[in-house]
């Protein structure tokens, strides 16, 4: 039998989530033994800084989400480059690819997503590539060594516009193929995705809505060499990026007895349906506070922030999950955009505030007086205030054009607000400091 | 921890606490240099909301469950351990401007020049932030947080 070792604390997932829990646990528990576990060999890296890796070779040093000496600090062995094989819930013991066996008292299952791969003819060819993980920028990196002129994106969600953006500025024509009638449809509302497709035209990208691409052709061997649209338009590339979407990575936990839905069902503490087991991030269906029901949110914040729940239930300290929403903020070819929440209305029962100038853009989605959503492109400085509002759930319907208007602030928000926020002391009151006397009296001609 | 607390009352949003913020932050720290010669310009760290009549100069407020820390893609936001200051790594900051987004006092800056946030340091290095020091009406107070004591740097 296998060497057993045994961990008070088992993270499987070494990015956001993992690291928010890590951060979490050892806010309360310096002592607590902790494994973290990634398939992939590197230290904790940003992930969305990939696109800045295939931009510009940025070193990995510099994408690092923490400091080198992370898991030193921390008393946390990192067992990177290992995939987890097997879980066994009853055992409370993971199997990992090399046959050693860990046992834990609490796991967290922070396995991520994995992208989405679609049914093409010719999928398989070389030259057809994802873009999730740095392993995924760097492979694409080193093909574009083979004067790799062109190149097609499959999907013009958030993934495929920034590889898209990437391929840009190494030079590479772009065409994007989107399914939808227009880029960007989960995340932006149906004007601002148009201001975007605008700005990538002007960059030089391609872009074809409406369309699928039926298959990936080759005339070299094996070699990519063109994709034809389910419309028939043939288009000659080098080089292909799947960028359809990305679905929760639930593998190691199908038939383990945890409840799934479309990811791993959690509750307002991060926990799963098994006892001392929580799931965060992408691979997790978390409470969502604008729909008031668990949804998955895919975005690194809200991944950090559940791991970070997580991790202090795991260490014994209740705390609950505040929710997250979907939640973007993108600066493609150099316009700010962030949006949040529900940005396309479902149906009437929805009230848009908004305003708009030549380069700026601010549009409040409410119902029934509370902010379901917001997209706010250009001036952007102040939208942190409207997205808490929207957390907060605060009825805006007395002040809500005020969401939108140019000079908005926290002091256009109404005094019983924006005063709590400030927490003076009391001692430093000025109402204490500058008590009004009377006013002595003068006698004059005495 | 020292913070800054606003004394909204006396504020009369003369926006110098802006001024000298800017000065704090820009290379030559003379007034005029900074406004004139220096290229761009530095950027304040804070406004000066003005709602007439209230007006209030406000800045990172420095909390204790910092939104933009958590949301931070890259890791160039942290929160100092020891002092508590939420700082930001200049070279870490790509400019994703989702701390922006998540900051429930909206006192993040795009500073778009450089590609990254400025926000405030509370004047690291110096004994009290700029902004309190050259406020007129003491608006402004630099004071140990929770005990609510008004002790001012200098008169301890």
Request: glycine share 10%.
């Amino acid at each position: 039998m296998a060497k057993m070792e045994k961990v008070k604390y088992l993270i499987i997932g070494n990015s956001a989530g993992g690291i928010g829990a890590v951060e979490a646990i050892r806010e309360v528990d310096k002592a607590g033994a902790i494994t973290i576990i990634s398939g992939e060999p590197y230290p904790a890296y940003s992930r969305p800084l990939i696109s800045e890796y295939l931009a510009s070779r940025r070193p990995l040093e510099k994408m690092l989400f923490r400091s080198a000496g992370f898991y030193e600090e921390n008393h946390v062995r990192a067992i990177l480059g290992q995939k987890v094989e097997q879980l066994d819930i009853s055992q409370h013991a993971v199997r990992l690819e090399n046959g050693r066996i860990i046992a834990w008292e609490r796991l967290l299952l922070a396995t991520g997503g994995l992208p989405i791969i679609p049914q093409i003819e010719g999928i398989d060819r070389k030259g057809v590539f994802t873009f999730f993980t740095l392993d995924d920028a760097r492979a694409i990196d080193r093909y574009l060594g083979w004067r790799i002129g062109r190149a097609v994106v499959i999907g013009g969600g958030l993934i495929g516009i920034s590889v898209t953006e990437a391929l840009v500025k190494r030079g590479v024509k772009v065409t994007i193929v989107e399914m939808k009638e227009r880029i960007l449809n989960t995340i932006l509302d149906e004007e601002t995705s148009a201001l975007v497709e605008e700005r990538l035209k002007q960059a030089g990208v391609r872009v074809i809505t409406g369309s699928t691409v039926a298959n990936i052709g080759s005339y070299l061997g094996d070699t990519v060499t063109g994709i034809t649209t389910d419309g028939g338009i043939p288009i000659p590339c080098e080089l292909v990026v799947v960028a359809i979407g990305v679905r929760p990575s639930t593998e190691l936990v199908a038939g383990s007895g945890i409840k799934i839905n479309r990811g791993i069902v959690v509750d307002r503490y991060m926990a799963t349906s098994s006892a001392d087991v929580y799931a965060c991030g992408d691979v997790a269906e978390a409470y969502d506070f604008i729909y008031g029901e668990n949804r998955l949110t895919p975005v690194w914040p809200n991944a950090y922030m559940g791991g970070r729940v997580a991790g202090f239930n795991m260490a014994g300290v209740p705390t609950e999950y505040a929710g997250g929403t979907a939640m973007n903020s993108l600066k493609y070819f150099g316009v700010a955009i962030v949006s949040a929440g529900i940005v396309n209305l479902p149906d009437d029962s929805y009230e848009v505030v908004s305003k708009k100038h030549d380069h700026t853009c601010k549009k409040v989605m409410l119902k029934d007086g509370l902010v379901a959503g917001m997209v706010f492109v250009g001036n952007i400085e102040k939208s942190g205030i409207v997205f808490s509002l929207m957390k907060d759930r605060v009825n805006v319907d007395g002040f809500k054009q005020a969401l939108v208007a140019d000079d908005f602030g926290l002091a256009s928000l109404p005094e019983e607000i924006w005063q709590p926020l400030l927490e003076v002391p009391p001692s430093l009151l000025v109402s204490a400091a500058t008590s009004v006397e009377q006013p002595e009296e003068i006698v004059i001609g005495e | 921890m020292k913070r800054i607390y606003i004394r909204e009352q006396v504020c009369i949003g003369c926006h110098l606490c802006e001024v000298y913020c800017q000065v704090a932050h820009s290379l030559s720290k003379d007034l005029i240099k900074a406004f004139k010669r220096e290229s761009p310009q530095p950027l304040p760290r804070l406004s000066v909301e003005v709602s007439k009549p209230v007006s209030f100069s406000i800045r990172c407020q420095h909390c204790e469950e910092p939104p933009c820390v958590y949301a931070c893609l890259t890791g160039a936001l942290q929160m100092d351990a020891g002092s508590g200051v939420v700082t930001v790594d200049e070279e870490r900051c790509i400019g994703c401007w989702t701390c922006i987004l998540v900051c429930p006092f909206g006192v993040i800056r795009q500073d778009t020049h450089r590609g990254r946030i400025a926000k405030c340091d509370l004047c690291a290095g110096m004994d009290e932030p700029a902004c309190v020091t050259n406020c007129p009406n003491e608006a402004l107070v630099y004071a140990e947080s929770g005990a609510g004591a008004l002790t001012k740097v200098g008169e301890t």
